[in-house]
């Protein structure tokens, strides 16, 4: 344990995150650089984490085991489950740190890839700490979830405000608008007409939000179409939320590749003693071409 620390202390001295975020605030590097080189930095201190016996004993022995340890047995256990620990908490907050500072589209998706690996290799211990491995889970998950809504911000021709996860304000950037439109067309397909249509009307109020030079505050914007965009927007964070990240990535294609479709149908009814009744309706759908 002893070595772990002396090997890590100097491996931080040498890949500091701080320092890669002072450089990166300088100028000296990009922000795919930024990610880049913090991705080997989290690849290396996971590989050393793993690689000492006592932690990887601390965290594969379990939680209701461990405690029930004592003496020197106790203390490495400790000891294990602490280090493990702080190293999940630093994770957190060097996440946090590049999710508002990055604003690569690029960087941003290899920092959640990067995410996504560290709870894969915590999964494999989630059976022996399924307490620790589920608040774990969640603050990394909530990490990953920060980067990908960055994702789709945007602080250059944009007019649709919404709210992420913490709380904040965020401008909604093309990604994000287009991921919108791909889910409202999953959403309206098969509906009855007037469902259709409303969409139809929502995503053509959306489209006309984002090229306003006015920002518009979703929430509290006024108007059917403002609404079922407020609704939309709320759905995509709530699939955000769930324990795997969807496929944000196909609703973008989805949503490039939408058009508005118009619809007729004509019905004539006939009633007996009476003339031939014609009824005409028209709508508009949204569609993607097959």
Not at 73 to 78: D, F, L, M
Not at 166 to 193: F, H, N, R, Y
Request: aromatic share 6%; net charge negative.
């Amino acid at each position: 344990m002893k070595l772990l620390i002396e090997n890590w202390r100097k491996y931080q001295g040498e890949h500091d995150f701080n320092v890669l975020c002072e450089n990166h605030t300088r100028g000296l590097i990009t922000d795919t650089e930024l990610v880049m080189l913090w991705e080997n930095q989290v690849n290396n201190e996971l590989d050393l984490l793993l690689s000492e016996g006592e932690i990887l004993d601390a965290i594969s022995i379990g939680y209701e085991k461990g405690k029930q340890l004592v003496g020197n047995a106790a203390a490495k256990w400790n000891a294990g489950i602490e280090a493990w620990a702080t190293w999940e908490a630093n994770l957190l907050n060097q996440a946090f740190e590049l999710a508002i500072r990055v604003s690569e589209t690029s960087a941003l998706e290899k920092a959640a890839a990067v995410l996504k690996k560290v709870l894969s290799t915590i999964d494999k211990f989630c059976e022996a700490h399924p307490t620790i491995c589920k608040v774990a889970k969640f603050i990394l998950l909530m990490a990953v979830i920060s980067a990908v809504i960055a994702f789709f911000s945007s602080e250059a021709q944009a007019a649709v405000e919404v709210t992420k996860f913490d709380g904040s304000p965020m401008q909604l950037g093309d990604d994000g608008v287009t991921a919108m439109k791909g889910l409202m067309e999953i959403a309206s397909d098969g509906a009855d007409p007037e469902t259709q249509q409303a969409y139809v009307d929502a995503m053509q109020w959306l489209e006309t939000a984002h090229a306003s030079e006015t920002t518009v505050e979703l929430a509290k914007a006024s108007g059917e179409g403002a609404t079922l965009c407020n609704k939309v927007f709320n759905i995509m964070k709530d699939m955000l939320q769930t324990e795997k990240i969807p496929g944000l990535q196909g609703l973008i294609n989805i949503g490039e590749k939408v058009v508005i479709k118009t619809n007729t149908v004509t019905q004539e009814v006939y009633a007996t003693g009476k003339a031939t009744q014609v009824t005409h309706i028209e709508w508009q759908s949204l569609a993607t071409p097959k």
